[in-house]
């Protein structure tokens, strides 16, 4: 929007507990189409499992085989392993810096993005580990809405709880409220 800036949307599923927030998945979306999703191979899967919310509303939509495939897939398994978006933290990290800082100062959007913003800086360990050029603060699409009287939020047709198609989402009202700043 701005010359030299791009815009990122963004959205992260993950357990918290009052006092933690483990990273379970990522997904980015920039302005100019580029896409990121990654899910956490560290995820810590016991306590998820225990967590009725989680396991009926964030898991189904992580990475699954389907039809014949899914036979393959041991029952015990939380999501496949073997998808290519199941990766290490530190590659995570990796990918995740690459990915924002590549191409211009990255601005970072996100919808009630509070937790999502430590979850994403903790990629790298503490504030001051924070890769040069990373934002220190994610913009909240709740305070965009707020100064645009009666802007209706447009629904989410699918994929809820998928990383990627909420950050997909969260792009699409931003795209609108643009369109009527
Ligand atoms: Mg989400």
Same mark, same amino acid.
């Given at each position: 929007? %701005? ?14 507990? $009052? ?13 100019? $189409?580029?896409?990121?999703?990654? %899910?956490?191979?560290? #995820? ?19 990475? @699954?085989?389907?039809? !014949?495939?899914?036979? @393959? ?16 933290? !530190? ?24 937790? !999502?913003?430590?979850?994403?800086? @903790? ?9 040069? $050029?990373?934002? #220190? ?28 198609? !909420? ?15």
């Amino acid at each position: 929007m %701005v010359s030299g800036k791009k815009v990122y949307a963004y959205d992260l599923e993950f357990l918290e507990d $009052g006092r933690t927030i483990e990273l379970i998945s990522i997904g980015i979306v920039c302005e100019d $189409g580029r896409e990121y999703y990654a %899910v956490s191979s560290e #995820m810590p899967e016991k306590r998820i499992r225990k967590h009725s919310w989680l396991m009926e509303n964030v898991v189904p939509a992580l990475p @699954q085989r389907y039809g !014949d495939a899914r036979n @393959q897939l041991p029952a015990k398994w939380l999501y496949d392993y073997h998808d290519p978006a199941v990766k290490r933290r !530190d590659r995570i990290a990796f990918e995740v810096g690459e990915f924002l800082l590549s191409d211009g100062e990255p601005v970072l959007w996100a919808d009630w993005g509070a937790y !999502d913003h430590v979850a994403l800086c @903790q990629l790298w360990g503490t504030m001051m580990d924070l890769p040069s $050029g990373m934002p #220190m603060f994610t913009h909240d699409i709740e305070q965009a809405i707020e100064a645009v009287p009666g802007f209706e939020k447009p629904e989410q047709a699918h994929g809820v709880h998928n990383a990627l198609e !909420d950050a997909r989402h969260n792009m699409a009202i931003l795209r609108k409220l643009w369109a009527q700043a």
